[in-house]
């Protein structure tokens, strides 16, 4: 069963900078994705929205919102995902999601559909204030 525990997060002024980490445990072998998801202020669990993901491959997408401004990376083990946040704006505010899912169809910062179940970790809070 894959776990994903977040960190980093907080409160930073707009056109700050945030990072975030994502440790991941009991991976499969290939053929995944690891992405980060938004559920913005008053939106529910289920209207998060895609913003970054890359694959066991290193293939990566960017939501349009994002380009240029996030960069997600990840450790050589690949079990440490990370999400630099640069100039930061008020829409970014949220809790990002860490994701997991034997993935298919990458594209706009997420995935298309999945084989099995997504793991998701607990979520973290970044807060923009202008």
């Known amino acids: 069963q894959v776990q994903l525990v977040q960190h980093g997060g907080g409160s930073v002024q707009a056109g700050g900078s945030v990072r975030l980490s994502c440790v991941a445990s009991g991976l499969p072998t290939s053929k995944y994705c690891l992405g980060w998801y938004l559920q913005a202020p008053g939106k529910e669990r289920d209207e998060r929205e895609g913003v970054v993901t890359i694959n066991s491959e290193g293939i990566t997408t960017y939501s349009d919102s994002v380009k240029g401004r996030f960069t997600i990376s990840e450790d050589n083990s690949k079990t440490t995902v990370f999400l630099q946040m640069e100039n930061l704006k008020s829409e970014d505010t949220g809790t990002y999601y860490c994701?997991?899912?034997?993935?298919?169809?990458?594209?706009?910062?997420?995935?298309?559909?999945?084989?099995?179940?997504?793991?998701w970790g607990e979520g973290t809070l970044v807060n923009i204030s202008s």
């Open positions: 994701a997991e899912a034997q993935c298919f169809g990458m594209r706009g910062g997420t995935w298309s559909g999945y084989y099995g179940l997504q793991y």
